[in-house]
């Protein structure tokens, strides 16, 4: 009984760790993009389930605003959604300065385990990358990515029949 009691001690103390509690190393900069946002990507995987959250919105050459939407799934299901969703993510881009995000961020004491994060940001002129392994910036920052994720979710939720555009996969359809 006083191993199991230790195993659970130690099992919680690990957690604990694992979620950056010692401190987050944060390292690189982003310099702030010019122009509107011309792709949004951004995936939430752990260690043995990939993907858990997937988005990817991007302007297409014959000017169709597409999202690739994925929760839990190997497949993306792409829907095209109108043109001043580009704008409102521009918007929260600004409003949240997602710029101020960090390249990395990692726990001090490193655990092989867990989950990882990215997002990219691509605008007219210049990008945003930034990504994470059991660590993620403050809230005022994280709090920019999941209100766009929220709202891409929420696009996806009310997408109509007609506006699939189909289904591509992880290991075909870049990120």
């Not at 961020?105 to 007219?124: A, F, S, T």
Request: charged content about 20%; aromatic content about 14%.
């Amino acid at each position: 009984m006083k191993y199991l009691f230790t195993l659970t001690c130690m099992l919680g103390f690990l957690n604990f760790c694992s979620r950056g509690n010692f401190g987050t190393i944060e390292e690189g900069d982003n310099k702030k993009p010019e122009g509107p946002v011309t792709s949004y990507t951004y995936s939430y995987s752990g260690t043995m389930a990939y993907p858990i959250d997937y988005y990817k919105l991007e302007k297409l050459e014959d000017g169709t605003v597409q999202l690739g939407y994925s929760h839990y799934d190997n497949d993306i299901h792409l829907i095209r959604v109108p043109e001043e969703v580009i704008t409102k993510v521009t918007d929260m881009v600004e409003k949240y300065q997602l710029w101020k995000l960090k390249r990395s961020y990692r726990p001090k004491m490193e655990i092989l385990d867990g989950y990882g994060w990215h997002v990219y940001i691509e605008c007219e002129k210049g990008s945003i990358s930034s990504g994470g392994t059991n660590a993620g910036p403050k809230s005022e920052l994280s709090a920019g990515y999941h209100s766009i994720n929220n709202y891409l979710d929420s696009l996806y939720t009310a997408a109509a029949p007609e506006d699939s555009l189909g289904i591509a996969y992880h290991n075909d359809w870049g990120n």
